[in-house]
């Protein structure tokens, strides 16, 4: 079992930048790849960025170079570093974690801006 806390959501304008945190808990040594996906309202889910154990890292072609994902593996904190951001960058973004027995999300944090 994995927890996943996020936390970092908010409004903003078009053009500032937001930080979103994700600490996992519990069976964490399982963990193979986190990642941060996005909901906008009427859309599919989708894959915003992710990073496996090893560091490497991937992007949905809508943010790159301008979000960066990261983890501090002393706090056990993955990271999303999100700047210039634009109305269509708002959704509720969804922490994820993969394990070899399943996925797990936290519950969402919004993430509003506004042009």
């Known amino acids: 079992q994995v927890q996943l806390v996020e936390s970092g959501g908010g409004l903003v304008q078009a053009g500032g930048s937001l930080r979103l945190s994700c600490a996992p808990s519990g069976s964490i040594f399982s963990i193979y790849f986190m990642g941060w996906y996005r909901q906008a309202p009427g859309k599919q889910r989708e894959l915003v960025a992710g990073i496996t154990t090893g560091g490497s890292t991937n992007y949905a072609d809508s943010v790159k170079g301008r979000f960066t994902i990261s983890r501090d593996n002393a706090k056990n904190t993955v990271y999303l570093q999100m700047n210039s951001l634009k109305p269509e960058d708002t959704a509720v973004y969804y922490c994820?974690?993969?394990?070899?027995?399943?996925?797990?999300w936290g519950k969402g944090t919004l993430v509003t801006v506004s042009s």
């Open positions: 994820n974690a993969r394990l070899t027995v399943g996925d797990y």
